[in-house]
Structure formats: C-alpha cells, structure tokens
C-alpha cells in the first residue's frame, strides 16, 4: 500500500494512512490473530458442547474483525468512505473462522 503522510492521496485520490495508524492497526490485527488462534485451541480442547459452541463464536467475531481490519487496508481511495460502507454493509465480513 503507497503511503504519502497524514494528508497524502492514495491511488483514487483518497487519504492514506499516516505510519502511527499502520501501526495501530498492525497491533489490533496481531491481537485479534492471537485471540482468533486462542479460541480455536480451547474449542478443540473443550469436552462440554456448549463451552465448545462459545469458543467457536468468539473465535467467529476475531475471524470477522481480521477480515474487516484487512479489508480497510487493501481499501482504494479515502479509507473512511470505505471504513463506514463497510461497517453499513457488512460486506467482506461475513465469513466463519471454520470456513
């Protein structure tokens, strides 16, 4: 992704993100990833089927917030036009971590 500063236009003429923000994001994804990947171990590990269906459904939200933060990165133009349809629609968040 180009990056041009805190006013700077990306490709379609859109603000970028400043590398504090990157770096912000870089951070919510390593932890989502690593709660993504601690649910997933304790619903394979669990005995009880309800506890078992919990992990499962919070890995399933840090599956879903991954797919959000990446697809606002991989974003063209203004990142904020795009942060706000995305929270409207859904769209590029509707997957399972299972799938």
Known sequence: MDHDGPAGAGPGGGRRLTEQELYFISRALDGELLALQKNGHYAAEMTDENARRLMREHAD???RRIRLLLA?????GD?????KLL???GEGVEARADD
């Open 79 to 83: 990142i904020n036009t795009h942060a």
């Open 61 to 63: 939200i840090h599956h």
């Open 87 to 89: 929270l409207q629609t």
């Open 72 to 76: 606002l990165l991989d974003a063209p």
